[in-house]
T-cell receptor
Framework: GQNIDQPTEMTATEGAIVQINCTYQTSGFNGLFWYQQHAGEAPTFLSYNVLDGLEEKGRFSSFLSRSKGYSYLLLKELQMKDSASYLCAPLDSNYQLIWGAGTKLIIKP | GAVVSQHPSRVICKSGTSVKIECRSLDFQATTMFWYRQFPKQSLMLMATSNEGSKATYEQGVEKDKFLINHASLTLSTLTVTSAHPEDSSFYIC?????????????FGPGTRLLVL
């Protein structure tokens, strides 16, 4: 079956760094997306990894290891507005996104 | 770039009525659009994949006669919830894939909150 495993909730301090891990099992693989979803809003695109390694985009970086079925999202210099759910979504062999429940990130002052 | 709009953002209707939700890609063409439903504190659930000029592909368990999808142009897909019931109350979100890019990124609309009384 297809499965996404992320921590349900994480707490971090404003200005700090946090890493959100994701392990996945899919039927085929065509890349992995990270989305941010604020409460009551639709997801917004953060990053896409299709090759192994680290992709850096401003304060956010995303890492992928295809052999391990593992990805992480790294958020630096945390701001209060970063409080949201972060969704790890791999793309399966049918080019369909597989969604988990995401990780709720709480930022404290 | 890659902006997707949805209309309406909120709708309240009586049980038994039909509701139409529009999804538009504003600055790109989208051969493929997706319709999701999300209940509170749950993950996104794909309802159907909408392909321009052809019939939508529905996920298992989603009634195609109840959730009518029309993708008449490269920038517009509509979802009509027919004979809505209170259990259809949910957050409906569409996404679109940019046909002009190789990347498979889906860009999401802001969502439509449906409440059926």
């Amino acid at each position: 079956g297809q499965n996404i495993d992320q921590p349900t909730e994480m707490t971090a301090t404003e200005g700090a760094i946090v890493q959100i891990n994701c392990t996945y099992q899919t039927s085929g693989f065509n890349g992995l997306f990270w989305y941010q979803q604020h409460a009551g809003e639709a997801p917004t695109f953060l990053s896409y990894n299709v090759l192994d390694g680290l992709e850096e985009k401003g304060r956010f970086s995303s890492f992928l290891s295809r052999s391990k079925g593992y990805s992480y999202l790294l958020l630096k210099e945390l701001q209060m507005k970063d409080s949201a759910s972060y969704l790890c979504a791999p793309l399966d062999s049918n080019y369909q996104l597989i969604w988990g429940a995401g990780t709720k990130l709480i930022i404290k002052p | 770039g890659a902006v997707v709009s949805q209309h309406p953002s909120r709708v309240i209707c009586k049980s038994g009525t039909s509701v139409k939700i529009e999804c538009r890609s504003l600055d790109f063409q989208a051969t493929t659009m997706f319709w999701y439903r999300q209940f509170p504190k749950q993950s996104l659930m794909l309802m159907a994949t909408s392909n321009e000029g052809s019939k939508a592909t529905y996920e298992q368990g989603v009634e195609k006669d109840k959730f009518l999808i029309n993708h008449a142009s490269l920038t517009l897909s509509t979802l009509t919830v027919t004979s809505a019931h209170p259990e259809d109350s949910s957050f409906y979100i569409c996404s679109a894939r940019d046909s002009g890019r190789e990347q498979e990124t889906q860009y999401f609309g802001p969502g439509t909150r449906l409440l059926v009384l």
